[in-house]
């Protein structure tokens, strides 16, 4: 079957919604079997990366690809953030009112997404790298972000 991009990416939100996806090849094959359409992992990689798709640590500790239907409008609830800061983030300094979180190499965007998400007061916003995420601060309150990711984290600061 030939869909626009659009709606191949509809069908692979529904998919996702639907299945618990581990890989993008698993995607290419439910793509295929479930809604037969034919696309390339290549093509699936993009798709997923223009969706805003990350992937998210489930029970059990799988993880599986994620989009969130309105990003602006979900919040990660305290205690999901908590779980995934303990498990992702391994440092935690800071820089003024910037705070900088370390991960494992590929992580750091699963971070930086559920705190973008969690409303958490005094955090405008984040930036994520590969294993560095940058935490965006109020003014004049950067220790006290530190403080609360650091907690979060399970870690200590040296502030």
């Given at each position: 079957?030939?869909?626009?991009?659009?709606?191949?990416?509809?069908?692979?939100?529904?998919?996702?919604?639907?299945?618990q996806?581990?890989?993008q090849?698993?995607?290419?094959?439910?793509?295929?079997?479930?809604?037969?359409i034919?696309?390339?992992?290549?093509?699936?990689?993009?798709?997923?990366?223009?969706?805003g798709?990350?992937?998210?640590?489930?029970?059990?500790?799988?993880?599986?690809y994620?989009?969130?239907?309105?990003?602006?409008?979900?919040?990660?609830?305290?205690?999901?953030?908590?779980?995934?800061?303990?498990?992702?983030?391994?440092?935690?300094?800071?820089?003024?009112?910037?705070?900088?979180?370390?991960?494992?190499?590929?992580?750091?965007?699963?971070?930086?997404?559920?705190?973008?998400?969690s409303?958490?007061?005094?955090?405008?916003?984040?930036?994520?790298?590969?294993?560095?995420l940058?935490?965006i601060?109020?003014?004049?309150?950067g220790?006290?972000?530190?403080?609360?990711?650091?907690?979060?984290?399970?870690?200590?600061?040296?502030?």
């Amino acid at each position: 079957m030939s869909l626009s991009k659009t709606q191949r990416q509809h069908r692979i939100g529904q998919l996702l919604t639907a299945h618990q996806v581990t890989s993008q090849s698993q995607l290419v094959e439910l793509l295929a079997s479930v809604e037969d359409i034919v696309a390339t992992q290549a093509t699936v990689s993009r798709d997923l990366d223009e969706m805003g798709a990350v992937k998210i640590r489930i029970a059990g500790g799988a993880s599986i690809y994620a989009v969130p239907e309105h990003p602006a409008d979900q919040h990660t609830p305290t205690e999901h953030l908590r779980r995934l800061m303990g498990e992702w983030v391994v440092e935690a300094d800071r820089s003024g009112d910037l705070v900088v979180l370390r991960t494992p190499p590929g992580s750091a965007h699963v971070v930086a997404s559920a705190l973008d998400r969690s409303g958490l007061e005094h955090v405008l916003g984040t930036v994520a790298g590969d294993d560095t995420l940058l935490v965006i601060s109020s003014e004049g309150l950067g220790a006290t972000v530190l403080e609360r990711m650091a907690a979060m984290s399970g870690l200590a600061t040296n502030q």
